[in-house]
């Protein structure tokens, strides 16, 4: 059997500052396989995006506490230093981020910026790598390409904006490609694009996904596995028709029952009472039980394991059974 594409064990990340510990991940474990697509679902606060950032190491390195295994493609990346890690980033595993006019370097043309990426990774000539430029933009489906490739950021549109955001990271084929909310920004038929877009990139380009969202409609359509996160921790881990149908965790519950979806006009939108815990005191039980309705005396102790009733399909709850 082969290895995975990205192996994590008992990942924690600390932030630490003169006043207070962020504890932002408390011990998360996942196997990434070739060519599969994970989506990492929560609200915001949960530690999402930071799983994310510590797979390419990019957590700001003076304040930022990590332990546990991350190995991606074979390198160790808690080990790597940062000129490892500059190499690593492009090649191995790359990166959409949410904001892409941030992101994107404002006095840089897009195609400067895709060559560039180009030329430090492959090493390829100027005229190389500007004509690799305009074949990302044409795959990313930009009209006009040829006349983009001239074009600064804020001469395009959101959604143009995100597709070369997604050209960039796509430049030097990455075995694995990590997308953080990258449709949040954008309207609703743009980001049902972009969405189509990465599903059909990755299967013809045999990538591995991470994406990471707090919409499961988006979940749905881009992923082929889901873990829902609370409080830094997975809470529950399924194939996403599996968990789409029939989620096991209160709080997954609830996230499917907030989700507007068409046949809701004039009912009123479920809601899950209560906020998200300081993570600064991470709470000794079960995160999410100052807020479920279901909570009973077991769920305050010590945090629950996982459970699984379905092959594949399991839950950090103690009203969840194990398959006999």
């Known amino acids: 059997m082969s290895a995975p594409l990205v192996h994590v064990r008992d990942l924690e990340v600390r932030f630490v500052t003169r006043d ?19 989506c990492i679902l929560g609200e915001s606060g949960s530690g999402k995006s930071v799983t994310l950032r510590a797979l390419m190491g ?3 390195p003076r304040r930022t506490k990590l332990s546990g295994t991350v190995r991606v493609g074979g390198h160790d990346i808690l080990a790597a230093s940062e000129r490892r890690l500059a190499d690593i980033r492009g090649g191995t595993v790359s990166m959409i981020f949410q904001e ?10 897009i195609g400067r910026q895709i060559a560039e990426t180009v030329m430090r990774h492959e090493g390829l000539s100027r005229a190389s790598a500007d004509a690799r430029a305009l074949e990302l933009l044409e795959l990313v489906q930009i009209p006009s390409a040829k006349r983009r490739l001239a074009a600064y950021p804020h001469e395009l549109s959101g959604g143009l904006r995100q597709r070369a955001m997604i050209a960039i990271a796509l430049s030097c ?13 954008l309207d609703a038929t743009v980001q049902i694009q972009i969405l189509l877009l990465l599903r059909r990139l990755q299967q013809e380009m045999g990538m591995g996904v991470i994406f990471v969202t707090h919409d499961l409609g988006v979940a ?15 809470i529950e ?11 096991l965790h209160p709080y997954a519950q609830g996230l499917l029952g907030a989700t507007v979806h068409s046949g809701m006009r004039g009912e009123r939108l479920t809601t899950i009472p209560g906020a998200p ?7 000794k039980g079960c995160a999410f039980a100052p807020r479920c309705a279901l909570v009973e005396e077991a769920c305050l102790p010590a945090v629950p394991t996982f459970r699984s009733p379905f092959p594949g399909h399991a839950a950090r709850c103690v009203r969840v059974r194990d398959a006999a």
């Open 237 to 247: 881990e399924g194939p996403v028709r599996s968990l789409m149908r029939a989620p």
């Open 20 to 38: 207070a510990t962020v504890h932002a991940v408390n011990g998360v474990s996942f196997d990434l396989a070739e060519r599969e697509s994970l």
């Open 173 to 185: 084929r990455p075995k694995l490609l990590l997308a953080d909310e990258p449709t949040t920004a």
């Open 58 to 60: 990019l957590n700001p």
């Open 100 to 109: 892409p006019m941030t992101a994107l370097d404002p006095v840089f043309t």
């Open 277 to 283: 815990p300081n993570l600064e005191r991470v709470p």
């Open 220 to 234: 749905g359509e881009i992923a082929d596995r889901v873990a829902v996160m609370y409080a830094g921790k997975f």
